[in-house]
């Protein structure tokens, strides 16, 4: 009588929509993922989650090693945040052998998190990105050019915290004084800060490359999407987009190929590129060294990346994916509400094109498989709501 296969074991490391849309595409996958017991609630009401181990409870980066320890050895790391795929990439050689993951070296990924050195790096390469300079104090402003200054933004070193502080990923300037004072309240707040050309043009300027390269730093996939709208505007996440071929983003894809060789990159990536509508040139923004808020469209879509990292995990074949669907859309709808909105107010989109815009669309939270988690994030979002009310009616 033949035995089965043994399945594999992932521990999916964070929080969030990520995590969610890494369940979903772990389940396509003969493997068992676990998730941390304390994740958010929405993701715990997924049919997909299952709760790690009451070790892994409340376990702050640092534990990771000891808490590792109530898990089967062989059991793959998926780091789904910027902190956890560091913490993993530089995890002791022996825990690495026992519990293995497909990231890249620790300092390959401390590049593509400070925005500073990532920045220097494109210009060592001579890569297309935003003309930027470093801002350590209100007084840098000082030798910056008026003219520069009104085409420009400011923007945080690292990326993750400055967003969950300010709900943006970065601020519009309208001159020096609002440069000084946006500047000020930033470092105020512990953040690092850089001013930024300013590209102009639509939310359908920006097109992201997303794929994974193997140990042997060959690159087994690549997908890419085009943003259709976004929230807040200019500066924050897409809340609709479609799959598009990957000869639409033009020499993006050779772009992002030479940084990421340049640096020794390994796993699953996100980059994100803005084309300058006075050149037609790509400028790359930044690179996400990991899952992304829509890694599940990217599977519905044929580009499974987790499974690709959990088979170069542990040593085995990776295989190429070429093809993808291509003109499928994803939609967010809570956040794609205000895009639409705003969009609406400046008559650039008519009600049967929203409408439209939707049907069919694939959305990250709710999935007619797995409707819970889109019952509760409507929960969380209605509670969030009477709170506000609650409170205007007190003041």
């Given at each position: 009588?033949?035995?089965?296969?043994?399945r594999?074991?992932v521990?999916?490391?964070?929080?969030?929509?990520?995590?969610l849309g890494?369940?979903?595409?772990?389940?396509?996958?003969?493997?068992?993922?676990?998730?941390l017991?304390?994740v958010?609630?929405?993701?715990r009401?997924?049919?997909?989650?299952?709760?790690?181990?009451?070790?892994?409870?409340?376990?702050t980066?640092?534990?990771?090693p000891?808490?590792?320890?109530?898990?089967?050895?062989?059991?793959?790391?998926?780091?789904?945040?910027?902190l956890w795929?560091?913490?993993?990439?530089?995890?002791?050689?022996?825990?690495r052998?026992?519990?293995?993951?497909?990231?890249?070296?620790?300092?390959?990924?401390?590049?593509?998190?400070?925005?500073g050195?990532?920045?220097?790096?494109?210009?060592?390469?001579?890569?297309?990105?935003?003309?930027?300079?470093?801002?350590n104090?209100?007084?840098?402003?000082?030798?910056?050019?008026?003219t520069?200054?009104?085409?420009?933004?400011?923007?945080?070193?690292?990326?993750?915290?400055?967003?969950?502080?300010?709900?943006v990923?970065?601020?519009?300037?309208?001159?020096?004084?609002?440069?000084?004072?946006?500047?000020?309240e930033c470092?105020?707040?512990?953040?690092?800060?850089?001013l930024?050309?300013?590209i102009?043009?639509?939310?359908?300027?920006?097109y992201f490359?997303?794929?994974?390269?193997?140990?042997?730093?060959?690159?087994?996939?690549?997908f890419?999407?085009?943003?259709?709208?976004?929230?807040?505007?200019?500066?924050?996440?897409?809340?609709?987009?479609?799959?598009?071929?990957?000869e639409?983003?033009?020499?993006a894809?050779?772009?992002?190929?030479?940084?990421?060789?340049?640096?020794?990159y390994?796993?699953?990536?996100?980059?994100?590129f803005?084309?300058?509508?006075?050149?037609?040139?790509?400028n790359?923004?930044?690179v996400?060294?990991?899952?992304?808020?829509?890694?599940e469209?990217?599977?519905?879509?044929?580009?499974?990346?987790?499974?690709?990292?959990?088979?170069?995990?542990?040593?085995?074949?990776?295989?190429?994916?070429?093809?993808?669907a291509v003109?499928?859309?994803?939609?967010?709808?809570?956040?794609?509400?205000?895009?639409?909105?705003a969009?609406?107010s400046?008559?650039?989109?008519?009600?049967?094109g929203?409408?439209r815009?939707?049907?069919?669309?694939?959305?990250?939270?709710f999935?007619?498989?797995d409707?819970?988690?889109?019952?509760?994030?409507?929960?969380?979002?209605?509670?969030?709501?009477?709170?506000?009310?609650?409170k205007?009616?007190?003041q």
């Amino acid at each position: 009588m033949k035995t089965a296969e043994k399945r594999t074991r992932v521990l999916v490391l964070g929080s969030g929509i990520t995590v969610l849309g890494v369940l979903r595409a772990l389940s396509e996958v003969d493997a068992d993922a676990v998730a941390l017991p304390d994740v958010d609630r929405v993701t715990r009401r997924s049919r997909w989650f299952r709760a790690g181990p009451s070790a892994l409870s409340g376990m702050t980066p640092d534990a990771l090693p000891q808490a590792l320890e109530s898990l089967p050895v062989a059991t793959v790391l998926m780091a789904c945040s910027d902190l956890w795929v560091r913490t993993v990439a530089a995890l002791p050689a022996e825990v690495r052998i026992r519990y293995p993951a497909s990231v890249a070296p620790l300092q390959a990924l401390e590049l593509l998190v400070d925005k500073g050195r990532f920045g220097s790096a494109l210009d060592r390469l001579g890569l297309p990105h935003p003309a930027t300079r470093l801002m350590n104090s209100v007084q840098d402003l000082a030798v910056v050019p008026d003219t520069v200054i009104q085409n420009s933004f400011l923007k945080p070193v690292h990326s993750q915290q400055f967003f969950a502080r300010f709900g943006v990923k970065a601020f519009r300037i309208a001159d020096r004084s609002n440069a000084r004072d946006r500047l000020a309240e930033c470092i105020d707040a512990g953040f690092q800060m850089m001013l930024q050309d300013y590209i102009s043009g639509p939310a359908t300027n920006h097109y992201f490359i997303d794929g994974f390269i193997d140990r042997f730093g060959v690159v087994r996939a690549l997908f890419a999407r085009r943003r259709l709208r976004m929230s807040p505007p200019d500066f924050g996440n897409s809340t609709s987009q479609t799959s598009v071929p990957v000869e639409e983003t033009g020499d993006a894809s050779a772009t992002l190929k030479t940084l990421l060789a340049d640096i020794g990159y390994r796993g699953i990536f996100s980059a994100e590129f803005k084309r300058d509508p006075r050149d037609g040139v790509f400028n790359l923004i930044e690179v996400n060294a990991r899952p992304w808020w829509y890694v599940e469209f990217a599977a519905r879509c044929g580009v499974n990346v987790c499974k690709l990292a959990i088979r170069d995990a542990l040593g085995q074949p990776v295989e190429t994916i070429s093809e993808y669907a291509v003109g499928r859309r994803c939609v967010y709808p809570y956040y794609d509400w205000h895009a639409a909105r705003a969009e609406l107010s400046a008559g650039r989109l008519g009600l049967p094109g929203w409408a439209r815009s939707w049907l069919g669309a694939y959305q990250p939270v709710f999935r007619w498989s797995d409707p819970l988690p889109a019952v509760g994030e409507v929960a969380v979002l209605i509670g969030k709501r009477l709170a506000k009310v609650g409170k205007q009616r007190r003041q």
